[in-house]
């Protein structure tokens, strides 16, 4: 429906940070250049624009996007819709078309393969029941229930239609089997009462099991639109016309010496092969989400909930954060929570992607969807519904096989433009056949326009790339690897350059102390000061130190006077005495004896890329601390595999040189930079961009975001800021680096099966176009049956499909 035959045109756009008069001007500038709007007025007190237009799908959309890129924000809402109905690429073409001519609408994309429509609009000026209104009126069911039960719903819809196909195909099959056998048996064929017992035969499989295709071309051509509905409808519907024709007027031919042949098993058969077509299609289309429904499949019904001294079982959506809830043997874990009593061992590979359970004591976290072992444990909810990290999983899952591929959208191009194509392809072939077909010119051009609308396929087209990105994605997901778009799935397997952030990504991200080595005879009574000096620090080490002392129960001493000095250390003062806990120069600085034993020891530490820290009183050094960040036991190996790949990797890192150099040589890589700044970062990979290379970054903090964003492919460990995942593209949920070759491969072979899906859907239509309109017929007399192109168009969807759930089961 397009939006200039509406008869409001006057709009009001609201604006959430329009605040002072200087504003208007830089509004006024950005609505002045948009030809669209008609007439525009500034509200300051209410913050809106009063819009009016012809095309205020287009005017709006320009108008959001312009100012957006100026900084002013706007109540925007995106979501994603289950759309139903759909037959074909070309209706997700022309659906996602009358969407975007929505006024409000800002973005739309639909996706065949999964029917989602992901949608991002602005809801003062449109709602999602418009939007179903809009798309209803051309055959489409936008599901706009967004209850924790839609899921359901849709799934019931979708049984419900499959149920629906079967029983069409069942039905239409039993009338053209015995509709085939006359057709094909001459001495049937040509009895007197063969014409009228085919006719009989055929009305039921046309009008009514193959209702679907004409009430969908009726609504296409409403909407001045075409899809594979209109391509069966009009093929099928002509070839029975046709046949009627000539029963009832059989001397119409005879006088032309040209015999009246029927096409009722033609038109029967082409809609029972559809249908079967349909009905396999939508199988293998279930299948591609498997993923999806294994994740949704974690979480329990019912939990049992601790009140008081009471136990009480209650539904999951009854949850409400606060609640202490009980966790059994064998239970799936139902919402996100913290442990407050207690203690098993989790399963977490669904969601980390990590086989080996972890262990859950006072404190740890535990999430949705995870699987308790053999201990029980309370844990007090922290997260529920669609705030979990299963439920956040899935929503993005969801969101990324929506999303379209670079490659999808010359796809969708040519899908737009191919059924009207095919019309002009059978309409031209029908004509060459009345002019040079000689005395059977019109019965040869009438089979090869019916056969060349049948065996047209747009479905084999449209279902090449998404299904193959629905799979990989899905495949990513059950890895640990969670892919936020198609496209960055695409960009992947570009990949030349790895830059790793050391810190949390290479190494553990948590420093440990590895050695205390004592100097001091009394180093029992030393130990109690060292720890509650400690206990006191605010930096990030001592933690480290408190960690290693907390399972020995060191009383705490509290009548202890602290002093911090800022990128120092620390002192402490017990009864008259000052002790120092720091590094090297704060020892030199207070005039504290370091022997040559403290020394030699310092150095052979230092070699090893450990930081060390000095505890001493006001004239000796009582004990000297290692503390090291270690390397992922499976770095290495990841590190290796991504070189084996053919790709360069780089390690940054703000740590010092000494330690930088350490980890690149026990790790194997080339290219390192130390002591460098968040910006330096961003210096490094624009650097080698500007080489021509595909950047692949890789961190886990808050100073490794911006660089993320500055990357072709941004890749987050799923233990770090929740800032870095937010911006990163990829988000590897257990921090495994070995997950990084994986995503590699995984892009390298949808990539591959996308290219395999669109040659064979090309090759498919660029081949059977052709035969079906007669050109091998000058060659060796071959005329192909529209029935035999029936079977071939149901057979090329499936096979694509088939090809794309093949990368299930590839390594």
């Given amino acids: 429906m397009n939006s200039s035959t509406k008869n409001k045109s006057i709009y009001y756009i609201p604006l959430e940070n329009l605040t002072k008069k200087s504003d208007l001007s830089k509004i006024e500038n950005v609505l002045d250049s948009i030809k669209e709007i008609d007439s525009y007025n500034l509200e300051l007190n209410s913050q809106k624009i009063k819009l009016s237009s012809k095309y205020p799908d287009v005017a709006i959309s320009k108008a959001v996007s312009d100012l957006t890129e100026l900084g002013y924000k706007f109540p925007i809402v995106k979501n994603n819709f289950p759309l139903m109905n759909m037959s074909c690429a070309s209706c997700a073409n022309s659906s996602q078309n009358i969407l975007k001519m929505q006024p409000g609408v800002l973005s739309a994309n639909v996706n065949f393969a999964n029917e989602t429509a992901y949608i991002e609009y602005i809801p003062s000026l449109i709602t999602p029941q418009s939007l179903k209104e809009s798309l209803n009126e051309a055959g489409y069911n936008l599901i706009i229930d967004q209850n924790e039960d839609s899921q359901n719903s849709v799934e019931a819809i979708q049984k419900s239609h499959y149920e629906s196909l079967k029983k069409k195909t069942i039905g239409a099959m039993i009338f053209s089997i015995p509709l085939l056998i006359i057709g094909m048996i001459p001495s049937l064929m040509y009895k007197s009462w063969s014409n009228y017992v085919m006719w009989l035969l055929a009305t039921p499989v046309v009008f009514i099991f193959g209702k679907q295709f004409f ?226 010119g019109f019965i040869f051009g009438f089979q090869s326009f019916v056969t060349v609308l049948v065996i047209a396929c747009p479905c084999a087209l449209g279902l090449a790339t998404p299904t193959a990105i629905m799979v990989g994605i899905g495949k990513g997901a059950e890895k640990g690897i969670l892919i936020k778009d198609a496209e960055s799935l695409e960009v992947t397997k570009n990949i030349t350059s790895v830059v790793l952030d050391k810190t949390g990504t290479i190494t553990e ?62 002192i402490g003062i017990y009864k008259n005495q000052k002790y120092f806990i720091g590094n090297y120069s704060l020892l030199k600085n207070n005039n504290i004896y370091i022997s040559d034993e403290v020394k030699s020891w310092i150095n052979t530490k230092l070699e090893l890329s450990t930081t060390v820290i000095l505890f001493a009183d006001e004239k000796n050094v009582l004990a000297a601390i290692s503390i090291s960040d270690k390397i992922k036991s499976t770095s290495e190996k990841a590190i290796k595999e991504i070189k084996n790949l053919g790709i360069e990797v780089h390690m940054l890192t703000g740590d010092n040189n000494a330690t930088a150099n350490y980890v690149a040589k026990d790790t194997g890589i080339n290219f390192y930079k130390a002591e460098v700044s968040p910006q330096d970062k961003i210096e490094y990979i624009k650097e080698l961009q500007r080489k021509s290379k595909i950047v692949a ?27 870095a995942i937010e911006v990163a593209k990829m988000t590897i949920i257990s921090g495994d680096l070995l997950k990084v ?71």
């Fill in 215 to 440: 009430k969908g071309a009726y609504n296409q051509a409403k909407h001045h639109t075409a899809n594979m509905d209109t391509l069966v409808a009009v093929s099928t519907g002509t070839a029975y016309i046709f046949s009627i024709f000539n029963i009832l007027f059989p001397s119409f031919w005879l006088s032309h010496g040209l015999k009246p042949h029927v096409y009722f098993e033609a038109s029967a058969v082409v809609i029972t092969f559809v249908l079967l077509g349909k009905i396999l299609e939508e199988k293998a289309k279930g299948n591609t989400s498997s993923a999806i429904k294994k994740l949704m499949g974690l979480q329990p019904k019912t939990v049992v909930i601790i009140n008081g001294t009471n136990q009480e079982e209650i539904p999951i959506k009854s949850v409400t954060p606060g609640m202490i809830i009980l966790v059994k043997p064998g239970e799936k874990i139902a919402v996100d929570g913290t442990v407050i009593s207690g203690n098993s061992f989790v399963d977490e590979s669904m969601i980390s992607g990590e086989p080996i359970p972890v262990e859950k004591e006072k404190g740890a976290n535990v999430y949705a969807g995870t699987i308790n072992q053999k201990g029980s444990f309370q844990f007090c909810a922290d997260k529920v519904g669609k705030d979990t990290l299963l439920s956040q999983i899935i929503t993005t899952v969801q969101e990324a096989q929506g999303s379209k591929a670079p490659v999808q959208k010359l796809v969708d191009k040519i899908a737009g433009i191919f059924v009207p194509a095919v019309f002009i392809i059978a309409v031209f072939s029908f004509l060459l056949w009345i002019l040079f077909g000689g005395n059977q």
């Fill in 509 to 570: 991200g948590k420093p440990l102390v590895e050695e205390i080595k004592w100097f001091s005879s009394d180093y029992e009574e030393k130990k109690q000061l060292l720890y509650s000096i400690e206990r006191s620090s605010e930096h990030p080490l001592a933690g480290a130190i408190i960690h290693f002392f907390d399972k020995e129960n060191i009383p705490f001493i509290s009548d202890m006077e602290i002093h911090n000095l800022s990128g120092k250390g620390i």
């Fill in 697 to 723: 970054m890789v961190g886990d903090g808050i100073n490794d975001s911006a660089a993320l964003a500055q990357a072709d492919v941004s890749i987050a460990m799923g233990r770090g800021s929740d800032i």
């Fill in 741 to 811: 070759p994986e995503a590699i491969k995984l892009s390298k072979q949808t990539v591959k099966t996308i290219k395999q899906n669109l040659f064979w859907a090309f090759i498919y239509n660029i081949i059977g176009i052709p035969i079906a309109a007669g050109i091998l017929y000058p060659i060796n007399g071959f005329l192909l049956n529209p029935m035999i192109a029936g079977a071939a168009m149901a057979l090329s969807s499936v096979s694509v499909v088939s090809n794309s759930l093949l990368l299930k089961f590839r390594n």
